[in-house]
């Protein structure tokens, strides 16, 4: 059951990840362990406002997960059954953080499913500590030059202060 073509599982976790934290990461690191190849997928996502650009955003993810060898790095601007079609996967892992990601999960979930029955998500939560911790909120806190060590690993931090000079 789920296997893929060689008979490897292969799931897809996309978001926009505008910069990634400890929050997308923990899901990664549980998600690479239940499956066998995990895709991140980075939406460039032209009517959100974003901090860093498709390749910043990629780089980041790159550098924080080199560690982990089942995990690729991609980029994406299509519908996201259409990249996995594109990319023959059809399992989407998703974080849920507090209730109020539920419903647009929810209909996310359900939407992707009624374009493509084949496809079907899977959601995962990440460490109680990190269940309020928001990409938003770090950029938030990082624009006032507050400490953002606790909810980025260090080299988001880095590049938070570049994008936020002290002056
Ligand atoms: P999007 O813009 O699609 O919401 P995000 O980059 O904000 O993308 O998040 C991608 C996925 O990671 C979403 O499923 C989101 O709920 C999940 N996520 C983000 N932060 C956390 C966190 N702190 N704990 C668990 N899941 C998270």
């Not at 190849?37 to 860093?52: E, G, P, R, Y």
């Not at 980025?152 to 202060?161: F, Q, T």
């Amino acid at each position: 059951m789920m296997r893929q073509e060689h008979g490897i599982t292969v799931a897809v976790y996309p978001g926009s990840f505008d910069p990634v934290t400890y929050g997308h990461l923990d899901i990664i690191h549980r998600a690479a362990k239940v499956f066998d190849k995990l895709i991140v997928a980075v939406l460039n996502n032209t009517s959100k406002n974003a901090l860093f650009t498709l390749e910043e955003r990629m780089e980041l993810l790159r550098k924080v997960t080199a560690d982990l060898p089942n995990v690729e790095i991609d980029g994406f601007r299509d519908l996201m059954v259409n990249y996995m079609k594109q990319r023959n996967v059809r399992l989407i892992v998703r974080g849920l953080r507090a209730v109020s990601d539920f419903e647009y999960e929810l209909q996310m979930a359900s939407t992707n499913h009624k374009l493509n029955p084949d496809v079907e998500t899977f959601f995962m939560t990440s460490k109680p500590q990190f269940s309020y911790l928001s990409s938003s909120i770090v950029k938030e806190i990082a624009k006032f030059h507050g400490p953002v060590e606790d909810l980025v690993p260090a080299e988001v931090e880095e590049e938070l202060r570049k994008k936020f000079p002290q002056t």
